[in-house]
């Protein structure tokens, strides 16, 4: 394990493992190190051939927050663990952290391949769009001590979860963990928020990425994410779709490092 300093001074933990070209796994809303082994389980699987950096977001696990907060940080929480790399990398984001990647990618982070697994982009009617005032009602959440609700305001109006599911969850051995970054839901929403709206994806926002990209979806998971995916790959020149067999928004360690080590190569 080591730390980078962001910009603004906050401290970001990572592990890497592997040798060879730099690889940087983005993790998407509530995920990180300690719950979240896909990243990892990757790299182990590509030691040979990359040197991959799987790293907690601001807020989470063992890494700093440094108030306020923006959308920016978090891009340069990126920049600093790819300046640690030393050389361009291939970036994969997963869920909401293909945003995040996508926006890294505009902001000039030397990022040479771009993968993207189901960025949570709404952009039809194959599913209720976020609310409005989805990232307002986080905060509020949070602000108030209810953490928990924050967490169930995330998982019905964004995951999609009906009610009685959350019910459930709330008394898994999970919640408490998920909970404890429930002020980092809000962080996810900000770049979601208008990619979840129920319209086309904004023409502008990543106009100007020129890298490679491959966005990929399972031919498992929910249509509303195939939809997003695909969208995205016809609105950028340089992606690629890639559709992966029995899949679903939890891909599995050894169908993503495949898909890496081929589109990277």
């Known amino acids: 394990m080591g730390t980078v300093r962001s910009k603004d001074g906050t401290t970001i933990a990572f592990d890497v493992v592997g040798e060879g070209r730099p690889l940087v796994m983005v993790d998407g809303a509530t995920a990180y190190r300690a719950v979240n082994p896909l990243g990892g389980e990757v790299g182990e699987l590509l030691r040979d051939e990359f040197r991959t950096y799987t790293y907690d977001r601001r807020g989470r696990g063992e890494s700093g927050d440094t108030p306020p907060y923006a959308t920016e940080r978090e891009i340069e ?16 984001g997963s869920s909401s952290g293909a945003a995040l990647a996508l926006d890294a990618v505009v902001a000039g982070l030397p990022i040479s391949h771009l993968v993207v697994w189901e960025p949570p982009f709404v952009v039809d009617d194959t599913r209720p769009p976020l609310p409005p005032d989805y990232v307002e009602r986080l905060d509020a959440a949070v602000a108030a001590g209810r953490r928990g609700d924050a967490v169930e305001l995330f998982l019905t109006a964004a995951v999609g979860l009906p009610a009685e599911a959350v019910a459930g969850f709330r008394q898994s051995p999970f919640w408490e963990a998920v909970e404890g970054v429930a002020h980092t839901i809000a962080y996810d929403g900000r770049f979601i928020a208008a990619t979840m709206a129920g319209a086309p994806l904004d023409k502008d926002r990543w106009s100007s990425i020129g890298i490679p ?20 790959a016809e609105l950028l020149p340089t992606a690629t779709l890639r559709v992966v067999k029995g899949e679903g928004h939890g891909t599995t360690p050894d169908v993503l490092a495949g898909e890496l080590r081929r589109f990277a190569a």
Do not use: K, N, Q
């Open 77 to 92: 929480d990126l920049a600093a663990i790819i300046e640690h790399a030393g050389e361009p990398a291939v970036v994969c």
């Open 213 to 232: 990209v491959l966005a990929m979806h399972g031919d498992g998971t929910e249509p509303w994410l195939m939809s997003g995916a695909r969208a995205l």
